[in-house]
């Protein structure tokens, strides 16, 4: 037997066989993500928006297939459904708004103005409440602003008192919660502007706050539009918070929470409302043409 003999029956790696092979190279990427996305994620909003027009037997509590809009219907017409769903949208832009406003002077300043030492401690306390466990900081919130708290316990001696538990508090821990996937993206892209633009409007006679309005606003734009898809989005899903800081405070993840075993197909009529709103945001946005440049 040859020594080429040897070499073709001789077993060739997997290496080999996708490089030849650029579509069983395809394949092999994304087979396992594709199955995530629909077997998983794909099927289970479509089970749940069939689940939507099913009914509830109000005696036995059980789930009956079917077709039906009530469902739909109560959304609209049941005062209470819907002013939850406006007063979450309200609580949502509230808080994209907030973290927006706070993030460009903090990126200004951190790219900017503060020196290397203090831009790291600046770093470290933006990201700060990425490194602690979600009802973490849930909790140390509500022990800030309860009624017995910090925040009224430090400032008593000024005759201040902090707003209690309410829709205040919710939007003041969805800031907190929120406010590093806004303020990130935004660091980042102003790092990249280079600082003949900051010396050129300075030089012409605009000041610290024009310049960011009119020059600094304008080429965040793209960041700022990425970090309020995270904000908005997740403030919408999000009602652990007003469950512990919000008082009497109900948000749409309230109202699904309540009926996911009660009625599930009004829990999924529910579930679509934030589905909608998010991509009638992002349609909006893309209107604007600010999604181009992202």
């Not at 002013?83 to 406003?101: F, N, Q, S, Y």
């Not at 529910?270 to 998010?278: D, N």
Request: glycine residues 6%; aromatic residues 10%.
């Amino acid at each position: 037997m040859s020594t080429q003999t040897v070499r073709e029956r001789a077993p060739r790696p997997i290496s080999t066989a996708l490089y030849r092979h650029p579509k069983g190279r395809l394949a092999s990427l994304l087979t396992l993500p594709m199955v995530w996305l629909v077997g998983v994620y794909i099927l289970s909003l479509a089970i749940m928006l069939i689940t939507a027009f099913w009914t509830t037997d109000p005696f036995t509590s059980r789930v009956k297939p079917g077709f039906t809009l009530e469902n739909f219907t109560q959304l609209i017409t049941v005062p209470a459904y819907a002013m939850t769903a406006l007063r979450t949208l309200g609580i949502a832009l509230a808080v994209t708004l907030i973290c927006a406003l706070f993030s460009i002077p903090l990126a200004v300043f951190m790219s900017q103005v503060a020196g290397p030492k203090l831009r790291a401690v600046l770093a470290i306390l933006v990201t700060l409440p990425l490194w602690a466990g979600y009802l973490v900081k849930i909790i140390g919130m509500r022990l800030v602003w309860t009624e017995n708290g910090f925040f009224n316990w430090a400032l008593e001696p000024l005759g201040i008192h902090g707003p209690g538990l309410g829709v205040l508090t919710v939007i003041f821990t969805l800031v907190y919660l929120w406010f590093p996937y806004m303020a990130i993206p935004v660091y980042s892209a102003i790092s990249q502007i280079p600082a003949n633009l900051f010396d050129a409007s300075s030089d012409l006679g605009a000041r610290g706050f024009r310049t960011i309005r009119t020059v600094v606003t304008p080429l965040l734009l793209p960041s700022l539009i990425a970090g309020s898809v995270f904000t908005f989005s997740l403030s919408l899903g999000d009602f652990i918070a007003a469950m512990y800081v919000g008082g009497s405070t109900q948000m749409i993840g309230s109202i699904i929470a309540q009926n996911i075993n009660l009625n599930p197909p009004l829990a999924a009529a529910f579930s679509f409302v934030p589905i909608v709103l998010v991509i009638a945001y992002l349609a909006a946005v893309r209107r604007t043409g600010a999604l181009n440049n992202l």
